[in-house]
């Protein structure tokens, strides 16, 4: 049996090695950020990952053809993460199938889903079932801005504690996962290669080529790679993105042209904070939480984007007019703020897109930082699920295959072959990859009530300034802050 897995895993890498060829290869093993602090990007190759064996470190199980349920919200979106229907031509799809199969095979189990409203952030079902005791699933996978609230309520297991198998260690799992978003030496959420939508749903930028030739402005790829693609070389450039098309005196969204159309104010607003490397809470190296989003940088990063804003080249969806103005789409915006996924929604455009990382704050930043959306899916493990060691075994194999086959199928084949228009954005793909940040303080919402999503306050009232609606909510956080580290630190 493993012999056959192995000679399936080798073909599909064969080809999607193929495929990367046709697109060059554009990981790299230099430094590509520009900055003091980074680490190379770069893939490992077809022919190293074929050979690699994943399941060294796993116990030889049989499950006796067990139901293995991942409890998941009812959307395209994030139900592609575990699983598919059949062999696809889609070569994601096809991966998630092929590796689905591997791991059933192996531990004689069926991957099962159990679905949820795609609205129930909160998975307001799966709790009623496990305040009551039930054993509602092995897995969940659930909106990250909600899951606090379970561990707050003890239904969830410390992955550290309950789940023996998980390989922290491993390159699918990334390790910015398990230290921004455990505290006190507990972890009661994780993600890492078996979810594809962390990926997917980074923060970055795309911008319109033909736009950028017209106004004689050279494409940015030269400062993202020599590290100086900075907030204020952005901003350079959306300012001359301002047209008043119709000549009537007014920047609307249906007829004029922009520098940056932000998808709605949970966009860039909330992303620009990460632009210097600062966290709105910082998990110190015992363990503890410290509320840090406000210093001098951050004070100058919010400063510098509503300033911007205030300039009228910034369209904020929900804000100023609809989500989706559409105005990138019809060649009326310099820049699009949103989704990695963004790069596949406008593979349609006519007029070419080039994909950028979000900016540094400055030259001095290590890297092009950018936070993963709350919609992401993350992992917890149910306080009531029965065999959380078993659960262990086949999440370590599902995000192992997944480094092996699905990562590689959405980044290099997905992305950078059937989306990315040109080599440069390619290329570009690596530094949004790299500069994936976790924020506890952005993910636990319930102990920083409303600084959690400081940039959609500010945008959605601009009477408001960063330092007054810090300072109005600073004193309750900090205290609720110290009481959670006096409880668990003593």
């Known amino acids: 049996m493993k012999k056959r897995i192995y000679c399936a895993v080798a073909i599909l890498l064969f080809l999607l090695a193929g495929l990367l060829s046709c697109s060059g290869d554009s990981g790299g093993g230099e430094d590509k950020s520009g900055g003091t602090d980074n680490q190379s990007v770069g893939t490992e190759s077809g022919e190293e990952l074929a050979t690699k064996d994943p399941w060294d470190n796993l116990p030889e199980k049989d499950y006796g053809g067990y139901d293995f349920r991942i409890y998941v919200r009812d959307s395209e979106i994030y139900t592609d993460d575990f699983w598919a229907e059949a062999e696809s031509a889609e070569p994601v799809s096809a991966a998630v199938y092929m590796?689905?199969?591997?791991?059933?095979?192996?531990?004689?189990?069926?991957?099962?889903?159990?679905?949820?409203?795609?609205?129930d952030h909160a998975a307001e079902a799966a709790k009623r079932a496990m305040r009551a005791g039930d054993d509602v699933a092995d897995l969940v996978a659930m909106h990250g801005g909600t899951m606090f609230t379970m561990a707050g309520e003890?239904?969830?297991?410390?992955?550290?504690?309950?789940?023996?198998?998980?390989?922290?260690?491993?390159?699918?799992?990334p390790e910015e996962i398990a230290k921004n978003l455990g505290a006190f030496g507990k972890?009661?959420?994780?993600?890492?290669?078996?979810?594809?939508?962390?990926?997917?749903?980074?923060?970055?930028?795309?911008?319109?080529?033909?736009?950028?030739?017209d106004l004689a402005i050279d494409y940015p790829y030269a400062d993202v790679i020599g590290g100086t693609w900075t907030f204020d070389k952005f901003a350079a450039i959306t300012r001359q993105g301002k047209a008043d098309l119709d000549g009537d005196g007014n920047i609307t969204h249906d007829a004029d042209r922009w520098g940056l159309e932000n998808l709605n104010e949970w966009t860039y607003a909330v992303s620009v904070l990460y632009s210097g490397g600062d966290k709105i809470i910082t998990v110190n190296d015992d363990g503890s939480l410290e509320l840090t989003i406000y210093n001098e940088r951050t004070l100058n990063i919010y400063e510098k984007f509503f300033e911007l804003v205030d300039t009228g080249s910034v369209y904020i969806g929900n804000v100023m007019g609809p989500g989706w103005a559409g105005m990138f789409l019809d060649g009326r915006s310099l820049f699009f703020s949103g989704l990695l996924e963004g790069i596949i929604e406008y593979r349609n455009m006519e007029e070419e897109i080039g994909i950028l990382p979000l900016p540094k704050y400055d030259e001095s930043t290590p890297k092009y930082y950018a936070n993963v959306e709350g919609s992401t899916n993350m992992l917890v493990v149910p306080i009531t699920s029965s065999e959380p060691e078993r659960t262990s075994v086949i999440v370590e194999a599902?995000?192992?295959?997944?480094?092996?086959?699905?990562?590689?199928?959405?980044?290099?084949v997905a992305l950078k072959t059937k989306f990315a228009r040109d080599e440069e954005s390619a290329l570009m793909l690596d530094y949004v990859k790299e500069g994936i940040m976790y924020d506890y303080g952005y993910y636990d919402n319930t102990l920083v009530p409303e600084i959690a999503y400081t940039g959609v306050f500010l945008a959605q009232n601009r009477a408001l300034n960063f330092t007054s609606f810090y300072e109005s909510r600073a004193a309750a956080i900090q205290k609720n802050i110290d009481m959670l580290n006096a409880e668990n630190l003593g």
């Open 187 to 213: 972890l009661y959420c994780m993600t890492g290669d078996i979810s594809h939508t962390r990926l997917n749903r980074t923060m970055c930028f795309l911008f319109n080529k033909k736009l950028f030739a």
């Open 154 to 173: 003890g239904l969830l297991m410390d992955w550290f504690e309950a789940m023996p198998h998980i390989n922290f260690g491993a390159p699918w799992w």
């Open 398 to 412: 599902l995000c192992a295959e997944g480094n092996r086959l699905v990562m590689p199928a959405l980044y290099d």
């Open 99 to 119: 590796r689905n199969s591997i791991v059933e095979e192996k531990f004689n189990i069926n991957i099962t889903p159990i679905l949820y409203p795609s609205d």
